[in-house]
């Protein structure tokens, strides 16, 4: 991710999205900030354990729900082990951008 930018573009209709999960929250929740190691990151709480890939699996779907895409549109790249991810948005348009941003950074003032 661009350092204060939006997310990178991995190729035509690709987005690289830096991600910070929180496992083991009272309720699921996408959105907020984290500057982390890969750069301005989307903050996804989610209530499985960090355990097993559990925690990584629900915020693999709860950043394509968030997002309006399937599932299988949202692969992880990097970070299996960490709470540091970086998950790989196929299918992207301008619209899934915005809406990226908007749920990391807030709305457009």
Do not use: N, W, Y
């Not at 299988?72 to 790989?88: E, Q």
């Amino acid at each position: 991710m661009d350092a204060g930018r939006g997310p990178a573009r991995s190729g035509a209709g690709a987005l690289t999205v830096a991600v910070r999960v929180r496992p083991g929250a009272s309720r699921a929740r996408v959105g907020g900030r984290f500057d982390g190691p890969h750069g301005p990151a989307l903050v996804i709480a989610v209530h499985p354990p960090a355990a097993d890939g559990r925690a990584t699996e629900a915020a693999r779907r709860a950043l394509a729900e968030a997002l309006g895409l399937r599932p299988a549109a949202v692969t992880l790249r990097t970070g299996a082990a960490s709470r540091d991810k970086l998950f790989l948005v196929d299918g992207a348009d301008s619209e899934v951008g915005a809406r990226l941003c908007q749920l990391r950074d807030g709305p457009v003032r």
